[in-house]
Every structure is written in structure tokens, then in C-alpha cells.
């Protein structure tokens, strides 16, 4: 059964490092998302990306956060100046397919991501 | 923006018992989406739903659009079900969701 995979599945950096994180969606979906997790909270909406642009982004993607898909098959998240608050579990979601009228989600492993 | 909200937070059950999971909305919506979270974090799509009722297994899912409210069923519960649940509204189709706090069941056997 398709999945939708991200690496690495743990990322350690120090305070003001640039990190990506990579997600493979389902090859034939159309909408690809970012969520975090902070410990403890619940889940966030990030971006969500339609047609090769972001579609919808909340408060929390400002101008240290952007998003990418470089090659048709991968979809990334850059932080470029990472901050100690970042530190959270980020999940890359895809859904979506032509034909279908609903969206349901399929969620990554999510990769955990601490600043030191 | 929506507000969602799930009761109860958390939920303790023996073994066979009925579960019910409650979450509600404050803003019309286009789905309506049940999440479940494993203790390692991966998160898996349990229904989405815009009317009326979905079943999965021992898993059941209703929705109400006028009263904004939606509830996740769990049949015969077993430990394996312990996790927590998290409800998440969609509000036009393709856009965020929102998500509730979630409800941490365990099932003790």
C-alpha cells in the first residue's frame, strides 16, 4: 500500500542552523501539507502546497519557513535559522486525488526535530 | 477560524466496553476527519467524514452538520486500541485542519 515517507526521522541542530526536512507524498496526490507537533500540544497546521504553490498558510509559517518541490516527487520544509521553539515533531501529509471530490489525508512518520 | 473541542481528555476502560469520543466545531465545515496517534507519534487516518455515519471494523463514526458535532465509536475495545484520538476539521476541501487536543485511551485488560 502507498505511504507517504519522510526523512531523517530524527534531526538534531544547533540554534540558528538551517535544516530541511524531506517528505516523499503519494505519487498521485495533489495537495501536500506540513503539521507540527510540539510536545505535549496538539498537532498544527503549517502550509499547504497545490499546483507547485502554497495554497493556505497559517501564522506560524513566517519568512524563516519555506517549502519546496524540487523534483515532482519530493516535498520539503526548510527552516532557515533554526530556534529553540522549533524543536517539535513535523508530519508532511498528502492527499487528494483527481476524480475524488473529498481529501482524505495520509499522514508521515514525521521527523523529530530538536534545537540545542 | 474554528475552534474544535473533544471530550474527554482522557478515558480509561476495561476491556469490552463501549468507547465514545466526542468533538465539536464551531465553524461549518466540508469533512470532518478522525485521526488516531500511537505512543511512538505516527498518525493514521481512521475516517473522514461530511454526513452521516462511517464504519470500519469495531470503529463507528457519526456526524451531525447542524449541531456542529461529531462522536467516534469504539465496539468491544481492546488494549491494542489504547492510543490517542484526535478529531481534525477540514473546512473547504483540500484546505488546514484544525485538530482538537486529542483523547488518550487506554484500555486496560
Known amino acids: 500500500e502507498p505511504e507517504v515517507t519522510q526523512t531523517p526521522s530524527h534531526q538534531v541542530t544547533q540554534m540558528g542552523q538551517e535544516v530541511i526536512l524531506r517528505c516523499v507524498p503519494i505519487?498521485?496526490?495533489?495537495?501536500f501539507y506540513w503539521y507540527r507537533q510540539i510536545l505535549g500540544q496538539k498537532v498544527e497546521f503549517l502550509v499547504s502546497?497545490?499546483?507547485?504553490?502554497?495554497?493556505?498558510k497559517s501564522e506560524i509559517f513566517d519568512d524563516q519557513f519555506s517549502v519546496e518541490r524540487p523534483d515532482g516527487s519530493n516535498f520539503t520544509l526548510k527552516i532557515r535559522s533554526t530556534k529553540l521553539e522549533d524543536s517539535a515533531m513535523y508530519f508532511c501529509?498528502?492527499?487528494?486525488?483527481?476524480?475524488?471530490?473529498?481529501?482524505?489525508?495520509?499522514f508521515g512518520p514525521g521527523t523529530r526535530l530538536t534545537v540545542l | 477560524k474554528n475552534e474544535v473541542e473533544q471530550s474527554p481528555q482522557n478515558l480509561t476502560a476495561q476491556e469490552g466496553e463501549f468507547i465514545t469520543i466526542n468533538c465539536s466545531y464551531s465553524?461549518?465545515?466540508?469533512?470532518l476527519h478522525w485521526l488516531q496517534q500511537h505512543p511512538g507519534g505516527g498518525i493514521v487516518s481512521l475516517f473522514m467524514?461530511?454526513?452521516g455515519k462511517k464504519k470500519h471494523g469495531r470503529l463507528i463514526a457519526t456526524i451531525n452538520i447542524q449541531e456542529k458535532h461529531s462522536s467516534l465509536h469504539i465496539t468491544a475495545s481492546h488494549p491494542r486500541d489504547s492510543a490517542v484520538y484526535i478529531c481534525a476539521a477540514e473546512e473547504t476541501s483540500g484546505s488546514r485542519l484544525t485538530f482538537g487536543e486529542g483523547t488518550q485511551l487506554t484500555v486496560n485488560p
Open positions: 502546497f497545490y499546483n507547485n504553490e502554497i495554497s493556505e
Open positions: 465553524v461549518g465545515i466540508s469533512a
Open positions: 505519487s498521485n496526490h495533489l495537495y
Open positions: 467524514l461530511s454526513s
Open positions: 501529509a498528502s492527499g487528494g486525488e483527481i476524480g475524488h471530490a473529498y481529501n482524505e489525508q495520509f
